[in-house]
């Protein structure tokens, strides 16, 4: 079992900056990416970014690239997202998740509301 507290979503104006923090308990061994997806009201969960956990090789989704920046601290058990020069459709509920090599294979955390204001 790998359990996932997220913190740092919040109200921001437009152009602004968040800083979202995941950590990550438990069964930690069995990961190998950790990551962040968003779902806004009357839209499907999507992927926004994720990293992994030894090579710190990082992907992104096409609209985030040059405003986010995903790294971990893997002595904490920590993945963040660094949110620059937010939108308004950036607003979302962002949830923490990681790839785990043992059965159920993906974890997610409760979701922390992210609400950028035009």
């Known amino acids: 079992q790998v359990r996932l507290v997220e913190s740092g979503g919040g109200l921001v104006q437009a152009g602004g900056s968040l800083r979202l923090s995941c950590v990550a308990s438990g069964s930690i061994s069995s990961i190998y990416a950790m990551g962040w997806y968003r779902q806004a009201p009357g839209k499907q969960r999507e992927l926004v970014a994720t990293?992994?956990?030894?090579?710190?090789?990082?992907m992104y989704a096409d609209s985030v690239k040059g405003r986010f920046t995903i790294s971990r601290d893997n002595a904490l058990n920590t993945v963040y997202l660094q949110m620059d020069k937010l939108k308004p459709e950036d607003t979302a509920v962002y949830y923490c998740n990681t790839k785990n090599s043992d059965f159920p294979y993906d974890y997610w955390g409760q979701g922390t509301q992210v609400t950028v204001a035009s």
């Open positions: 990293i992994t956990r030894g090579g710190g090789i990082s």
